[in-house]
């Protein structure tokens, strides 16, 4: 993992990950000379860059191993994840939002498209005559008609089988007990 703190913006970066104006930056207790810290947590080794001050001579950079990074640095590593943490959190705040928001457009339109639909239909029906609702009753009821006289057939031809299926064992038994 690769980590940098950039002081002066007040930044910290993990893998490309930034984190950047950080309202609490001052909490990691940076020097103030420091403007950077680069850091590797393979390699287990980084530098510590130094600000350039007017008139001064420049530190050099400081090479750190793990234990002074942990020491010094350590609270920037998770500072930058709690950051991260309530920036995935925000994020999915907004999606949930945002696919609520669209559902219930959704919803809206389905209802505004039912009352359309059953303004449409009553508007049909007020148009019609009497013979043409008489006839459009009698459609309904042809149907019905149909639909239970087929479910009466299926009954009928249900109970035939069983009677047959009932005879059939009746007989064996019959012929069974005479033969015992």
């Given at each position: 993992m690769k980590i940098s703190i950039i002081a002066d913006d007040r930044a910290i970066v993990v893998d490309g990950s930034a984190a950047i104006n950080v309202s609490n930056f001052s909490d990691l207790g940076i020097h103030p000379l420091v403007h950077a810290?680069?850091?590797?947590?393979e390699s287990e080794r980084g530098e510590v860059e130094y600000k350039q001050l007017p008139g001064m001579?420049?530190?050099?950079?400081?090479?750190?191993?793990?234990?002074?990074?942990?020491?010094?640095f350590g609270k920037a590593q998770?500072?930058?994840?709690?950051?991260?943490?309530?920036a995935v959190k925000a994020d999915d705040d907004a999606r949930i939002q945002r696919e609520s928001e669209a559902a219930m457009e959704e919803a809206e339109r389905?209802?505004?498209?039912?009352?359309?639909?059953?303004?449409?239909?009553?508007?049909?029906?007020?148009?019609?005559?009497?013979?043409?609702?008489?006839a459009a009753i009698q459609v309904q009821a042809d149907e019905i008609k149909a639909l239970a006289d087929a479910?009466?057939?299926?009954?009928?031809?249900?109970?035939?089988?069983?009677?047959?299926?009932?005879?059939?064992?009746?007989?064996?038994?019959?012929?069974?007990?005479?033969?015992?």
């Amino acid at each position: 993992m690769k980590i940098s703190i950039i002081a002066d913006d007040r930044a910290i970066v993990v893998d490309g990950s930034a984190a950047i104006n950080v309202s609490n930056f001052s909490d990691l207790g940076i020097h103030p000379l420091v403007h950077a810290v680069q850091y590797d947590t393979e390699s287990e080794r980084g530098e510590v860059e130094y600000k350039q001050l007017p008139g001064m001579p420049q530190i050099p950079n400081q090479v750190i191993g793990l234990d002074q990074f942990k020491a010094v640095f350590g609270k920037a590593q998770d500072l930058h994840r709690e950051i991260r943490e309530r920036a995935v959190k925000a994020d999915d705040d907004a999606r949930i939002q945002r696919e609520s928001e669209a559902a219930m457009e959704e919803a809206e339109r389905e209802a505004a498209a039912r009352k359309a639909a059953d303004e449409a239909a009553a508007a049909v029906k007020a148009a019609m005559t009497p013979d043409e609702k008489l006839a459009a009753i009698q459609v309904q009821a042809d149907e019905i008609k149909a639909l239970a006289d087929a479910m009466l057939a299926q009954a009928i031809e249900a109970h035939r089988l069983q009677a047959e299926k009932d005879a059939a064992e009746l007989a064996a038994y019959s012929d069974k007990q005479m033969k015992g």
